[in-house]
């Protein structure tokens, strides 16, 4: 049973089917990538997935514990606490807070078994704080950013504030991760270092990753499997090595350098 199953899901806005009839399964562990040209339906499919928008038709399918559960309709938040996790094309941080506050709240977002304690401050309170602290310092370690922790995070040098996106979205110990185009406005230097981090965190957190991306090098290398959307319909799935030879995909490419 695959960990997360999407099936003929469609959503249409007015005459447009930005996302038509896609199907597509995600494994436990897995990278897999999703391609395809501006305005392919990329980013609405995350939409769907994560319930800022309510499919149109179809299905997402979760798999907790044996069971089944349907996500459609269900709130953001709600889906959020499944294990749910997501990372936006446009970045989206408490700027005028710092570094290490955003990682908190993200934390906190799954804490709410914690607010009795910490209206009371109970002991219990301080302990969860002090660990939650930890947590996130040890997050910001992995992504290089602990030595900007106290630092407002308008401050952060673009490429750095991505990075701090991608640890929000890890704070939430999620199961699965969808990433909006996490390159998007990076350098070469730095998008190669991303590259090397997203395969790492999929490791080292065994976390399935959904990876939305323009840049073809680092799809290529990093993702197991790949899909490619082309007006919201799926033009081809499989391994790197097949999408890089399929004639479809060049075709839509324009003959581009995948
Ligand atoms: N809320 C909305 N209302 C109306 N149309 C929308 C809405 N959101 C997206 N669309 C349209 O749906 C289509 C798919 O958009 P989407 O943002 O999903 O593409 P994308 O593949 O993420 O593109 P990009 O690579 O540029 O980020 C586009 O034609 C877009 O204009
Ligand atoms: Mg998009």
């Known amino acids: 049973m695959p960990l997360l199953e999407i099936k003929a899901l469609t959503k249409n806005f007015g005459g447009l089917a930005a996302v038509s009839n896609v199907d597509m399964t995600l494994d436990q562990d897995q990278l897999v990538g999703l391609i395809g040209p501006n305005g392919a339906g990329k980013t609405t499919l995350f939409n769907l997935i994560t319930g800022v928008y309510?499919?149109?038709?179809?299905d997402v399918l979760l798999e907790a514990d044996g069971k089944v559960q349907r996500l459609n309709g269900e709130k953001p938040y709600h889906i959020a606490d499944l294990g749910l996790s997501r990372t936006f094309q446009n970045i989206r941080l408490f700027k005028d807070l710092s570094v290490l506050d955003n990682v908190l709240i993200a934390m906190n977002s799954k804490?709410?078994?914690g607010f009795v304690a910490s209206v009371l401050r109970l002991p219990k309170f301080y302990q969860k704080e002090s660990e939650m602290r930890a947590?996130?310092?040890?997050?910001?370690?992995i992504f290089d950013l602990q030595a900007k922790a106290e630092n407002l995070a308008r401050n952060?040098?673009?490429?750095?504030?991505?990075?701090?996106?991608i640890v929000r979205a890890l704070a939430t110990k999620p199961k699965i991760l969808f990433l909006d185009e996490p390159a998007a406005g990076m350098n070469p230097q730095e998008t190669a270092e991303l590259?090397?981090?997203?395969?790492?965190?999929?490791k080292e957190f065994h976390i399935t990753i959904l990876l939305i991306e323009h840049d073809m090098s680092l799809v290529m290398e990093v993702c197991?499997?790949?899909y490619v959307l082309e007006y919201g319909?799926?033009?081809a799935e499989g391994t790197p090595a097949e999408i890089?030879?399929?004639p479809e995909v060049i075709k839509a490419y324009l003959g581009g350098d995948l």
Request: no cysteine.
């Open 54 to 58: 309510e499919p149109s038709e179809g």
């Open 111 to 113: 804490n709410k078994e």
């Open 135 to 141: 947590e996130a310092r040890r997050l910001l370690e």
């Open 156 to 165: 952060l040098p673009y490429g750095e504030q991505r990075r701090l996106e």
């Open 195 to 202: 590259t090397e981090l997203i395969r790492k965190i999929q």
């Open 224 to 226: 197991e499997r790949i």
């Open 233 to 235: 319909r799926i033009l």
């Open 244 to 246: 890089k030879s399929n």
